[in-house]
């Protein structure tokens, strides 16, 4: 039976990004139960440091037990009830399926559409406020994966909680990579993933919820549809209280370790820091794809994926495999509408370097020659 | 900030059991894209020797990317509509859990309560059935974790499928520690966790799936309530098909690896010496324990897991507190209606061996003196 490690790969797709080698190390390390006091010491540790990158004060601050797609169900499952209303801001694949999600719980969903690679103006948001008076949350996506798009929030919280609405953000490819910074500018509920700018393996769904989102579960008439992602258990185990930690489900102790030691690396080198150094990266690929005269699509893009055209007479899937082949080089392929049409290179957490886009920029000169 | 290992523990309480090293390497493997090629033929390879495992041909046998009570939200969520009648039997917490998930699934659900501790007989069963005509699926636990109480399977399907339903099973604490054997047992979906008898750290749950439930949800006239759980979108992950593997979520990638190594052990010692160990080792755990005067809890106890009395006069808490910090040895507590009452004394896959039963026989004698 091959047992064997696989070929290492420098990840530069839309994620999972590069783990550091300090990361697996601390993913490797020997498994403890879930209710050991060492193992809530570390989880507690994850908690405050997730609290220190998503820049926030909320206690109800955890990595839910799934990728960062269950982060997404979670916070739906908990703040929606049959029959509410809500909006949902599309422009890419993680928007659409927001809205499916959203559905799924029994929401009645107004979706605002613009096309691929755009992002919301105020005043499209609040023009659908205004049409919606009934709607009880705004889902937006900060950085939507499928097209690169980066989504400014400045000024939304005030729109919609103006409107008696919470605000829900997908920050997914943006954490860790990007400002974010969930209490200043008043998001409700937000969600993540490991494995982008936290530099993490995929496993484990960073989200947040703020007094609003508190009071809008406990004001609950019915149960979650969903019991693994049910808040109302998950934050006896999560945070305790007068009755100590209530066993729910037994969490990924390892995957626990991992993001421990990877949130360590970002506080290390400092969020501003580390934010610089995502957008000087960017700026520096986008420099040298854009000599090559390849094009990015979003109108405002990410500084952690590079959202580009495939260029007329390339091959699409060829050039892919060929960087992965020769080079070891993972990009991403288009998603969605835009499959066969776009690439997307991701620079996220420890991929963002001066070295990787270097060398994608030389790789792919050689291989669209 | 303190990123060192924590202090290692020998697992024996009711999950997550002892990782071995081989194991915890292979966790810490360079991380791959969930849509890499050599990713592809390391979960292709999980998923046949999660079949194996299972001892089953069910195509639709793949790790859900949750903890083992994903696995029961997965099967429940795509198995059952709302309005569906389902029998669950309940004899302790995790009876009692699958009643509540299936019900957060718009089930109506009739359970079937006996004593925590005792196991259900064909004709409890089989009279509910006649009672309740319409009855689309059972569901039972196989070893149940609160009690240690193992469920006999013989008989129950031709009995379920000969009244039009299906029969579900979970099989957290068994697969791979006691005789499981899914087709020849006629067991129509079932789930799993990985960190009791197949030894890998929590994080995924193994599901297998076979023609009947995948007959059901063909059938099914709604949407399953989760998107993160749809297995009619899962399915084209895992097992690919005409148009090739389609994204659906990013996989945990590196507990796949992990999960793939756990398997191999598995395989290489062989189902069926590895079933005997494990009954071999409660067996001389037993003997030693009601030497000392201890007794057992369940009528029918599992031999992964040996649930038993708190002896009068012992400090519950205290004991255990003194197995972890004097001997590292960490042994469960009672949970549910059990809390205080009873021990949970785990022998899962490599935790299950002469030296852990002889020492955790020895430092129970020492600390109840």
Request: proline share 5%.
């Amino acid at each position: 039976m091959n047992t064997q490690f696989p070929a290492e790969r420098i990840l530069l797709g839309p994620g999972p990004s590069p783990v550091p080698a300090r990361v697996l190390r601390a993913l490797g390390a020997p498994t403890l139960g879930h209710l050991d006091p060492q193992y809530l010491a570390i989880m507690d540790e994850t908690c405050e440091m997730l609290r220190q990158v998503f820049q926030t004060k909320n206690a109800l601050t955890f990595p839910v037990s799934g990728t960062g797609m269950a982060g997404m169900e979670c916070i739906a499952v908990n703040l929606i009830e049959p029959g509410d209303e809500v909006i949902v801001c599309v422009n890419g694949v993680f928007g659409g399926r927001m809205k499916d999600v959203m559905e799924r719980c029994g929401a009645i969903v107004h979706p605002i559409e613009i096309a691929w690679g755009e992002v919301f103006t105020l005043d499209q948001i609040a023009a659908t406020l205004d049409r919606h008076t009934r709607t009880k949350l705004v889902g937006i996506v900060h950085a939507e994966t499928s097209t690169g798009a980066h989504q400014p929030l400045a000024g939304l919280a005030e729109l919609v909680h103006g409107r008696g609405a919470m605000l829900v953000v997908d920050a997914v490819t943006s954490l860790g990579g990007h400002e974010l910074r969930v209490d200043d500018w008043g998001i409700d509920a937000i969600y993540s993933g490991t494995q982008k700018c936290l530099s993490c393996p995929p496993g484990l769904a960073p989200v947040s919820f703020g007094e609003r989102a508190l009071a809008r579960m406990d004001a609950r008439k019915t149960k979650p549809q969903s019991w693994y992602l049910d808040v109302s258990l998950l934050r006896k185990y999560y945070l305790g209280g007068g009755g100590g930690r209530v066993y729910h489900h037994t969490a990924p102790i390892n995957m626990t370790y991992a993001l421990r030691e990877a949130l360590a690396i970002v506080l290390e080198e400092g969020l501003v820091n580390r934010i610089d150094r995502h957008e000087r990266m960017y700026k520096r690929l986008r420099a040298g794809l854009e000599a090559m005269g390849l094009a990015y699509i979003p109108s405002h893009s990410l500084h952690t994926l590079n959202c580009i055209t495939v260029p007329a007479g390339a091959d699409d899937a060829g050039t892919r495999k060929r960087l992965l082949e020769e080079y070891g080089i993972e990009i991403g392929a288009g998603l969605g509408v835009m499959a066969g049409k776009a690439w997307r290179i991701g620079l996220m957490g420890h991929g963002s370097t001066v070295r990787n886009v270097d060398l994608v920029l030389t790789a792919l000169r050689e291989v669209l020659k």
